[in-house]
């Protein structure tokens, strides 16, 4: 679409050249990775060196990097693979995680949609049975980072595995799997400008994980299928091409630069989780009195994509269980937007987007008046 705005990044961000390169050059080549010929060796060995870059990027071993079709598989083979029956997981998760086990135990959120330690911590107490804890790093609605150093000290002192969903954090913070201390972490290729179809999950040499994927002893017997040697080639060449400490910055300062220049306006927009370390890309911002649905299409009418809290896979906006475990109102929760921004964002398109919001809140009647939210938790 040329001339389009993508702010959309944690939804999928666009597919870095250097990924899309390694992906097209590995479509032409022929071998099955487990075969022992010298087709398949020469697969294999793509398939280690993008290990090693997936590996590095996330502060894990190769060996500890098994290779899945998504981020939401990665998720469920954790959950279900694990050994532990019990599953207790934050209220704010990803419906990979909600949706995976029926008879999982939620933990409450203060009003930022930060984990509550101290809950956790008794829900645990309660029973003595083995038990897995799975809390994302860092939130793809309102971009809320989770404290999960506190969640694996709560969760050691009753001897429960920790499982994070990191999906949205790797590219976007300095992410590292032996200084979380967690047992398995969960990464996906797309959001971070790999291609879609491929994730991983990060296990720890302590746990034994039953695959759920039955069949060959491909993974290290822990997840079986051919694996798709194209699509791990472009994640390896994603995780490679992350920049660093600087490229965070510069989301941090655009991210910045756009809710600053929103706050100016009269009336301001709500800003949802200011009150919580977030991440440097992702903005959850309410127009009191204007649909989310609305603002998503009427923002692409103008050229621009954004989403809304959340969507269902029909790509009909559902209130968000997250900003309504949070404890806002109904009025907040359902004229709230997503802008989240990536490799390919720049000043010119925060400025397009700061316009138009102008202008669909004049047109459509978002009139309530503006304020910062603050969260009920530190009121």
């Not at 097209?24 to 793509?46: D, E, I, K």
């Not at 930060?114 to 790093?137: H, K, N, R």
């Not at 989240?340 to 398109?349: F, R």
């Amino acid at each position: 679409m040329n001339g389009a705005v993508y702010l959309d990044h944690n939804a999928t961000a666009p597919v870095r050249p250097e990924a899309l390169e390694a992906v097209v050059r590995t479509l032409s080549m022929v071998g099955n990775p487990s075969s022992v010929h010298g087709f398949g060796r020469a697969a294999h060995h793509l398939m280690d060196d993008a290990r090693e870059h997936v590996a590095a990027l996330a502060g894990a071993r190769p060996e500890d990097v098994v290779f899945t079709g998504s981020g939401s598989e990665a998720n469920n083979l954790a959950l279900g693979g694990c050994g532990r029956r019990r599953v207790l997981v934050s209220a704010v998760e990803h419906d990979s995680i909600l949706n995976a086990d029926a008879s999982q135990e939620i933990v409450p959120v203060d009003g930022d949609g930060v984990i509550d330690l101290d809950a956790l911590d008794s829900q645990l107490a309660l029973e003595g049975t083995p038990a897995l804890v799975s809390v994302m790093l860092a939130n793809n609605e309102t971009g809320t980072i989770q404290p999960v150093a506190g969640v694996v000290e709560v969760a050691r002192r009753h001897d429960a595995l920790v499982h994070c969903d990191a999906v949205q954090a790797v590219g976007k913070l300095a992410t590292s799997f032996s200084d979380l201390g967690v047992d398995m972490m969960t990464l996906s290729a797309h959001k971070m400008g790999g291609p879609q179809g491929i994730g991983a999950l990060i296990v720890g040499a302590n746990v034994t994980l039953r695959a759920l994927t039955r069949g060959g002893g491909q993974e290290r017997g822990r997840r079986a299928g051919t694996e798709s040697v194209p699509l791990i080639a472009g994640f390896g060449a994603a995780a490679l091409a992350i920049g660093g400490g600087e490229e965070i910055q510069r989301l941090a300062r655009l991210r910045d630069s756009l809710e600053e220049r929103l706050g100016r306006l009269t009336p301001a927009p709500v800003l949802v989780g200011r009150g919580a370390p977030r991440l440097p890309n992702t903005s959850c911002i309410a127009m009191p009195g204007v649909a989310s649905e609305t603002q998503v299409m009427a923002f692409d009418l103008a050229g621009i994509a954004v989403s809304a809290g959340s969507a269902c896979s029909s790509g009909k906006v559902r209130p968000s269980h997250v900003l309504s475990a949070m404890g806002l109102g109904e009025t907040v929760v359902g004229s709230v937007i997503r802008v989240s921004l990536g490799w390919t964002s720049t000043e010119v398109e925060v400025e397009r987007f700061v316009t138009a919001w102008t202008e669909i809140n004049e047109r459509l009647g978002g009139g309530a008046e503006g304020r910062v939210l603050v969260p009920s938790a530190k009121a």
